[in-house]
């Protein structure tokens, strides 16, 4: 495959996309209701994208082998997976996809289950999928190519700088009511043992309960968005707060 590198950011596009509208319709049918699944607001998902054209690069040697396509595929997406999900959680301080529910999980970051995924994946994409994509690309004029990512990447830049700020007032919102849960059980404790104290320890209680509440209430609707579109999203630091936001915000939708 002679790609120029327009091609193969074009590829990375396209690629994103099908892989928003594979992960959107598996976690809508689990769910029962549609998901815009991501972490970006664009119907594109990097990780599928990346996993596409590691896939493509790890199999040139073997293309014409389904054997080793499965193999190299299987394995290399199932690193990349590990590695975006850590570099995530360590800097958001939550895990977008959990995979803790499948059997022979790791950290669930990976497991058996979504490595054989990636492998079956990998078949598709060498024997099917790319032969669509290299005509869908190939087709369009350098030019309109060229154009069309400039376009995407500005608006792509965008909206993964967004992304990027919206996950981590996320984190300090988890930290933030975390603190508050610490603080509050603490002084609960203290009016049970120093009740002449107790008025200003209740107080002190429901100043924090309130700052709780605005919290929850001022969440914008990217913030909202974000956890909704990762309904399996876990906190190993901030599980409860994370758990509190995630149920807010249901009852805000249902009403329950």
Known sequence: MRYSFADWIAFFY???????????TIVSITERKFVNRGFLRL???PLYGLGAITILFSTLPFQDNPTL???SGAISCTILEFLTGTVMEGIFKVKYWDYSHFEFNFQGKISLLSSMFWGFLSLLLVFQIHYLADKIIMVINDTAVLTGIILISLVFLA???YSVKTALDVKNILVRMTQIKNEVESLVLQTIINSEKAHVLKERIAKLSHERQLIIDKLSFYKKALLRANPRAKSEKF???????KRSIKMRITGK
Do not use: Q, T
């Open 239 to 245: 599980n409860d707060a994370l758990k509190d936001l």
């Open 14 to 24: 396209l690629y994103c996309f099908f892989g928003w509208i594979i992960e959107s």
């Open 69 to 71: 396509v499965y193999l």
């Open 159 to 161: 909206d993964m700088v």
């Open 43 to 45: 119907p594109l998902l």
